[in-house]
């Protein structure tokens, strides 16, 4: 037998200010995958970005939420959660837009990084480098080098572009350089399923904020009460929407049930299209005073 080439495996935790581009960055890597999964990040409060199962190493892409001053327990939970994520994965990929100077989001990020209680191995991505004019590319990129290294002096930097693709697979080769080696933590036929439940309940989650538009702002949760396979004709999800007020039910019910059909209807299809087989929705919805005050109640639903 051959000697084993090492496979490697970890967490990476994805850190950066809104739209410098995560997303995007994922799902790129993502899709070069031989097994990926990508639960809808945009929307998603979970941790997981996705995983990309490669022949030589698992990526497990964990997003960071962002750090905000915590109005509520769900704030505070999430700077927890925050936190919990970095501690708990092997590599930081912080994520910036090269196009702009460092701002204080950035900086207050970077802060978070460097008073971790353990060094950890992290990696600088300039991104968005196609929108550099080009005639002065090297020169802007130098500069915007030296304005975010000063952040994060111990990070390897890489200046990339997302979209186009510049310098991903050196970031994609740099980041498994710095994964430990390990059997892969997901296995790659169990991947869809094991996350298929909490992508049903923030696709869910996607679609209810989608049509209910802003009238609703975030008192929204949603708890897959069941989630059972019916071999041929497909899998049974059951679903709570859970709202803050009693006068926001009658307007996730809808006249004569009409919004809550549409909501149904519309992450059905996601559901669907997420896990290529049909799928039965069954929707309530339930009043829960003041959910995101509730400690416990936050654990449940978002933890
Ligand atoms: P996130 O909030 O950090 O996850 O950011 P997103 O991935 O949602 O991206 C925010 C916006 O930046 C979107 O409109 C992306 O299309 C855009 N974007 C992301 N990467 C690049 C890039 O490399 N170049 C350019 N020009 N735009 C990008
Ligand atoms: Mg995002």
Not at 32 to 55: F, M, Y
Not at 107 to 124: K, N, V
Not at 212 to 225: K, S, T, Y
């Amino acid at each position: 037998m051959n000697a084993a080439i090492s496979y490697k495996s970890g967490f990476v935790a994805v850190m950066g200010r809104p739209n410098v581009g995560k997303s995007t960055l994922v799902n790129a890597l993502l899709g070069q995958k031989v097994a990926a999964v990508s639960p809808r990040p945009q929307t998603t409060r979970k941790h997981q970005l996705g995983i990309l199962t490669l022949e030589n190493a698992q990526i497990i892409f964990v997003d960071t939420p962002g750090v905000h001053r915590p109005r509520h327990k769900l704030g505070e939970r999430m700077n927890e959660e925050a936190q919990d994520a970095l501690e708990h994965c092997e590599l930081i990929l912080f994520l910036v837009d090269a196009s702009q100077p460092p701002s204080d989001e950035d900086r207050l990020l970077a802060s978070r990084i460097t008073s971790l209680r353990f060094a950890m191995e992290t990696i600088l991505a300039l991104n968005k480098i196609d929108l550099l004019p080009y005639s002065s590319m090297e020169i802007k990129i130098a500069e915007c080098k030296t304005a975010f290294h000063a952040l994060l002096p111990q990070a390897e930097v890489f200046a990339i572009s997302a979209t186009r693709g510049d310098n991903r697979e050196a970031l994609l080769a740099a980041m498994i350089e710095r994964l430990p080696e390990g059997e892969p933590l997901y296995p790659e036929e169990q991947v869809t399923d094991f996350f298929e439940r909490d992508i049903a309940g923030e696709l869910i989650r996607e679609a209810a904020l989608l049509l209910l538009r802003e009238e609703i702002p975030h008192g929204i949760a949603v708890r897959v009460d069941e989630f059972t396979e019916r071999g041929e004709t497909g899998a049974f999800i059951s679903a709570t929407v859970i709202v803050e007020r009693e006068s926001h039910k009658p307007i996730v019910i809808g006249q004569g049930g009409s919004m809550l059909k549409k909501i149904g209807s519309a992450a059905r299809k996601e559901i669907e299209t997420m896990s290529g087989r049909k799928v039965f929705l069954e929707l309530r919805v339930k009043v829960r005073k003041n959910w995101r005050e509730d400690e416990q109640a936050v654990r449940q639903l978002v933890g």
